[in-house]
């Protein structure tokens, strides 16, 4: 018996120092498993390729790109090394300038859009019973083509036939504002569609967040005797700060992505009122055929938008209640 027990013991000891054998020789050789890793590297394989043919190549050919005289029908071989000689003009240019400044004013929309999206998310939430149906309502502008929408604005717009300064001269204006056709409210303009668009998105998110406030907090308020307006700023708003801060920085890359509502609402006139960037961007790429140029642009608002983007999250700390 006891000649049987220490030859089992043998064989088990010998068993786990061949499976400690096997599992360190796996570990230690690089071609084991290789099956499995080739079988993954297929996987993503597809992802990869598309990721650095569609953005990786192109980011680095831009960065590249930025520091070249180089027209993009030439090819590759007629660019010429500049240095920062693009940069410098573009810093000096009056129309980039411009474009620039008209921007930052484009950015000013973002918190007007989400202090009209929370009220409106906090009604919705508190006091109407079809909410589903209202959902859907101010969704359809954000889900809309942004094409339709600008040029159904354009009708919206004008400056003598549109319905909208129809109804002013109606009401008694007598030099009802030329919207998109006026230098001063063209940009207000493109400002006040921006807003509308996006207060849906806004809502829909603004909802989610607000569903996971606890009633409680705003019962003991009530007790307390604090007004709607008082639990409003010192419940709702605090506890919703870090939806606030994820669409504030949503809000405000997108701002400088603003393209096709500008070009087909107003091409960036009159007199360059509404060009931004983006917009300054396409003219010299593909238009004026400066790709190079056009590449600096494009590195020029990859930092101002990293430095904003930055900021922000320093900020997020002072005012975000998590």
Do not use: C
């Amino acid at each position: 018996m006891a000649s049987e027990m220490k030859s089992h013991m043998t064989e088990t000891t010998i068993m786990k120092h061949k499976v400690k054998k096997k599992v360190k020789k796996r570990n230690g050789d690089p071609f084991s498993g290789w099956k499995e890793n080739v079988s993954g590297y297929l996987f993503i394989a597809p992802m990869f390729i598309g990721t650095s043919v569609l953005v990786l190549f192109p980011i680095i050919s831009s960065l590249i790109l930025s520091f070249t005289d180089w027209n993009f029908v030439s090819g590759y071989k007629k660019a010429s090394w500049i240095g920062f000689d693009n940069f410098t003009a573009l810093l000096t240019n009056s129309i980039f300038l411009k474009a620039l400044q008209n921007n930052l004013i484009l950015v000013l929309a973002i918190p007007i859009t989400l202090f009209i999206s929370l009220s409106l998310a906090v009604v919705i939430n508190n006091f109407i019973y079809f909410k589903d149906v209202f959902k859907v309502i101010f969704f359809m502008p954000f889900i809309s083509s942004v094409v339709a929408v600008a040029v159904v604005f354009q009708v919206l717009f004008h400056p003598t036939k549109g319905p909208i300064n129809q109804i002013l001269m109606k009401l008694g204006v007598e030099n009802p504002p030329g919207w998109i056709a006026d230098v001063t409210f063209s940009l207000p303009s493109v400002m006040i569609i921006m807003i509308w668009t996006g207060i849906g998105f806004n809502l829909i998110i603004y909802l989610a967040g607000l569903q996971n406030i606890p009633q409680e907090l705003y019962e003991a308020a009530e007790i307390d005797g604090a007004s709607a307006w008082y639990q409003f700023t010192k419940i709702t708003i605090p506890l919703v700060s870090p939806t606030t801060f994820l669409l504030l920085v949503t809000g405000v890359i997108s701002s400088f992505k603003v393209f096709d509502l500008i070009i087909v609402l107003t091409g960036g006139g009159p007199a360059n009122s509404t060009i931004t960037p983006v917009v300054y961007l396409y003219q010299q790429a593909f238009l004026e055929l400066k790709t190079g140029y056009a590449s600096a642009i494009a590195l020029v608002m990859f930092i101002i938008i990293l430095a904003i983007t930055y900021i922000q999250f320093l900020g997020q700390k002072k005012w975000v209640n998590y």
